[in-house]
């Protein structure tokens, strides 16, 4: 390689450089997320939106609530049950934390919805009480379990459908969080534990509009 050449060949690397240092800050300046960042904040993005069953199921006030009802604002799903032992009020005091800590604009375009994996004893007042512990805004949902399966299993949530014949039955669930799109389409997931410090940092920018 000649001189002229390693010459141009250096110009050429300088350029691209600042051009891709340009490129990142014009990215960051208009707050889009930065996919490394949300992997270590525990945010994994589906490379394709995915869109729930047509069902109907009820809510903590004793309504019908469809699941395209999940739309207009951006949604954090958390498949548990008021009787929970240890990692549902562990999630929902994270999740009540969380909301605090975001800014203003974000928490309002922030839906929490509990969807119980144990209706048996989840009887919409229930729910409500329950919820009403951690943040009355907070959704609750229940309903026949066969519904509440066929969601979980649309939104890749495990669950192991307890035993009621049982005394103080429990039930086998994921800890993980369901993010849906304000147009009601799963987003991806929050994996447990929750890393709220990194949450509050991400999750604005998530969920910033796009221009």
């Known amino acids: 390689m000649t001189r002229i050449q390693k010459t141009v060949f250096i110009l050429v690397a300088l350029v691209a450089l600042v051009l891709g240092l340009t490129v990142n800050k014009v990215l960051t300046s208009k707050g889009q997320a930065d996919p490394t960042e949300l992997l270590d904040a525990g945010i994994v993005l589906l490379p ?26 951006w949604s954090l799903l958390f498949f548990g049950y008021t009787f929970c032992p240890d990692i549902c009020p562990a999630t929902l005091a994270d999740l009540r934390q969380l909301r605090s800590k975001l800014p203003e604009e974000t928490r309002g375009n922030l839906r929490v919805v509990l969807v119980s994996v144990d209706p048996q004893r989840d009887t919409p007042e229930q729910l409500k009480k329950y919820l009403n512990y951690f943040d009355a805004d907070f959704v609750g949902l229940t309903g026949e379990q066969d519904s509440i399966q066929k969601l979980a299993n649309a939104v890749s949530i495990p669950y192991i459908p307890a035993d009621t014949s049982e005394e103080n039955y429990t039930v086998n669930h994921s800890g993980n969080l369901v993010i849906l799109g304000p147009d009601g389409t799963q987003r991806g997931f929050i994996r447990a534990p929750l890393n709220n410090e990194k949450l509050v940092q991400q999750l604005p920018a998530l969920m910033a509009p796009r221009s």
């Open 48 to 73: 394709q939106s995915r869109t729930l069953p047509e069902l109907s199921l009820i809510d903590q006030n004793g309504q019908a609530f469809a699941v395209d009802q999940l739309k207009d604002q």
